[in-house]
């Protein structure tokens, strides 16, 4: 069969590398892909968010499965449209997929339906939100409804950076029209973790935990970023805790987007904080994380594509997901001055045997060239935390090009804990 994946990232290359171990997959196209992993995809320049070139291009390559991996195409509705010409996919249609794509809607479906995550209010005027502003507790979170590419959300200290972060959403529309209702939120605290589920709108199966590093520098200093690295599984993700996110997150949620009329199919991304009042929804996602992906699925031991074919079919079962006892880290090496202002047309040297996830690269001349702010993920596996840890690094030391950034510290916090 052949088979499409929609994105372009090191997530995409993470998944595709997955797919490639299945028998039943002859060929597997990347729109847009990007140079770094053309040795396992056939990548095609069309943008993830052209979705009328997507539907053309699925029709006329016999594509008989579509895997739709980021959030735009996803809330856009490129689900909506290939099934409309008959090709299964993994992903929510566009009904769901407003689980990520509203703030304001996923806050009300919990407010509704019990499910645990910080106390909030919405604004849809900057007015509104300056007057409550005056006597809200900080700090506080503000966070523009739509997406954001991952920048929407602002921790305010104070109430002066509160009502600037405001300004910069409402009035200076900093995030377009992303911004035109906010939500002011409690400030919660306690590790962050990150699950990954697999769900058929019945069922839900969550991947092995993971842990992201989303701060630029060591220490968790620096400005926030896409991630920096990942490690899997995360040490604060007990069994006591799992339990209760089955419980109180996980299954209320599948069955409040039933509810609503919005079955949601696909990997449904919970982002949690481990309160001490217990586990709380931070954010939801309607798509695999990046870089949580590069370090989950190279502990999947079950089949991939048949996982998500039962996805697409409503068949799945927890039987088919089986995950390794092992640990892996990933190490996200990016371009000196990511998330701001870096230089790319870098050449890339490093070595093809390794699991290596490609994110911002571009093939020119017969050479692998830096094009991004994130242009790799270096993901080890190992027995223990510690030696994934170790090897990832010694890896990374066999990757180079001229500007090369990561941090020092993937994996320390978890390795405290
Ligand atoms: P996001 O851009 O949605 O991934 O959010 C970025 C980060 O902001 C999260 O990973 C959390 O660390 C933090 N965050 C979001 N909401 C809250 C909250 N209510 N309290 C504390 N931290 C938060
Ligand atoms: N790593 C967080 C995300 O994918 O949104």
Do not use: W
Request: aromatic share 8%; proline share 5%; net charge negative.
């Amino acid at each position: 069969m052949k088979v499409l994946v929609v994105g372009g990232g090191g997530r995409e290359h993470a998944i595709i590398k997955k797919l490639k171990e299945s028998n039943e997959i002859e060929k597997i196209y990347a729109l847009p892909g990007n140079g770094g992993m053309a040795g396992d995809a056939e990548c095609v320049a069309i943008g993830a968010k052209d979705i009328p070139a997507i539907v053309d291009f699925a029709k006329a390559n016999d594509i008989g499965f579509a895997v739709v991996a980021p959030d735009d195409p996803l809330v856009l509705g490129a689900v909506d449209e290939l099934e409309k010409i008959g090709i299964p996919c993994f992903g929510p249609e566009k009904k769901a997929a407003i689980i990520e794509g509203s703030k304001v809607f996923s806050k009300n479906l919990m407010k509704k339906y019990g499910i645990p995550t910080a106390a909030y209010e919405v604004f849809d005027s900057a007015e509104k939100a300056l007057a409550y502003l005056e006597a809200a507790p900080v700090p506080t979170v503000i966070k523009a409804d739509g997406l954001a590419l991952g920048k929407g959300v602002i921790i305010a200290m104070t109430r002066d950076e509160a009502k600037a972060a405001v300004k910069t959403i409402m009035e200076d529309k900093a995030f377009g029209e992303s911004g035109n209702q906010i939500v002011i939120e409690e400030f919660l605290e306690g590790p962050e973790v990150s699950v990954l589920s697999f769900t058929d709108g019945k069922t839900v199966v969550p991947m092995i935990s993971s842990m992201d590093h989303k701060r630029a520098l060591d220490n968790d200093k620096g400005l926030n970023t896409g991630g920096m690295g990942t490690v899997a599984p995360n040490p604060y993700y007990i069994p006591e805790i799992a339990d209760r996110c089955m419980k109180e997150i996980f299954l209320p949620t599948v069955n409040a987007m039933n509810a609503e009329g919005r079955t949601f199919k696909g990997c449904l991304y919970f982002g949690l904080m481990i309160t001490k009042d217990g586990p709380k929804v931070i954010e939801y996602n309607c798509r695999f994380g990046d870089p949580e992906t590069q370090v989950v699925l190279p502990l999947l031991e079950s089949d991939l594509f048949s996982i998500m074919k039962s996805v697409a079919a409503g068949t799945l079962t927890a039987e088919q997901v089986k995950f390794s006892k092992k640990h892996a880290c990933c190490v996200v090496m990016a371009s000196e001055g990511y998330p701001q202002k870096y230089e790319t047309g870098f050449e890339i040297t490093m070595p093809a045997d390794k699991n290596i996830y490609v994110a911002g690269a571009k093939l020119s001349g017969g050479k692998l060239l830096t094009a991004g702010g994130r242009v790799l993920g270096v993901t080890e596996t190992a027995d223990t935390l510690a030696d994934a840890v170790s090897k990832a690094y010694e890896t990374v030391k066999t990757v180079s090009f001229a500007n090369a950034y990561y941090r020092h510290d993937i994996g320390k916090k978890a390795l405290e804990v």
